[in-house]
């Protein structure tokens, strides 16, 4: 198992910019893929971003494609999710997740460990 905790959520204006990142114990973090999902009130979690073990293998869904980046720098134990050209539909609050396995995993059921979520808030 392994212990996860998001930061570098908060308020920014539409066209902004912010990290997350996602600080992991526990489990060897680096053998494992990671992702990114959102959810908003009353809505079902929605994948974002992963990546596979050793940060050469990515994918993004359709909506932050171009937009997201993320990476991972496996001596820090730590992933991240870069967010550029925010806008009010990526307001929500965004979760980091440790896959089961070492590839790219776009489906919820790939993760085994979740973070508690931070808060990303784009005023318009």
């Known amino acids: 198992q392994v212990q996860l905790v998001e930061s570098g959520g908060g308020l920014v204006q539409a066209g902004g910019s912010l990290r997350l990142s996602c600080a992991a114990s526990?489990?060897?973090?680096?053998?494992?893929?990671m992702g990114w999902f959102r959810q908003a009130p009353g809505k079902e979690r929605e994948f974002v971003a992963a990546i596979n073990w050793g940060g050469k293998s990515t994918y993004y869904a359709d909506s932050v494609k171009g937009r997201f980046t993320i990476s991972r720098d496996n001596a820090k134990n730590t992933g991240y999710l870069q967010m550029n050209s925010l806008n009010a539909e990526d307001t929500t609050v965004y979760y980091c997740?440790?896959?089961?396995?070492?590839?790219?995993?776009?489906?919820?059921?790939?993760?085994?460990?979740w973070g508690q979520g931070t808060q990303v808030t784009v005023s318009s």
């Open positions: 997740a440790s896959s089961r396995f070492s590839g790219v995993g776009i489906l919820r059921a790939n993760y085994g460990d």
């Open positions: 526990g489990r060897t973090f680096s053998r494992y893929g």
